[in-house]
Nanobody, 122 residues
Framework: VQLVESGGGLVQDGGSLRLLCAAS????????MGWFRQAPGQGREFVAS????????NYATSVKGRFTISRDNTKNTLYLQMHSLRPEDTAVYYC????????????????WGQGTQVTVSS
């Protein structure tokens, strides 16, 4: 499967963005999916994960209540709706897929997109 993220951009503090992750080459419903992010000079950190059919969802504490992960397997697309964005949310955001259960462990993910930049200005 190939993953391509889109929807990133520049937004002001308190603004909103919706990221998309389009899958091709395989059926998205076969994969548990996650969103991760990497700020300059920092490691790649977990943001959110969702099981194959959306029954199990998990968020990093830093984004809980502000971000929503969802998926539409009929469109082979994963989403990340982000509200109340803060400058500390500035990072490159990656979607990733894996077989089996969803997890916050980035090392468990087998397929990654190329990332999309999100910049939040203060």
């Amino acid at each position: 499967v190939q993953l391509v993220e889109s929807g990133g951009g520049l937004v002001q503090d308190g603004g909103s963005l919706r990221l998309l992750c389009a899958a091709s080459g395989a059926t998205l419903s076969s994969y548990a999916m996650g969103w991760f992010r990497q700020a300059p000079g920092q490691g790649r950190e977990f943001v959110a994960s969702i099981s194959t059919h959306g029954a199990y969802i998990n968020y990093a504490t830093s984004v809980k209540g502000r971000f929503t992960i969802s998926r539409d397997n009929t469109k082979n697309t994963l989403y990340l709706q982000m509200h109340s964005l803060r400058p500390e949310d500035t990072a490159v955001y990656y979607c990733a897929g894996k077989y089996g259960p969803a997890t916050a462990d980035r090392g468990a993910y087998e397929v990654w997109g190329q990332g999309t930049q999100v910049t939040v200005s203060s």
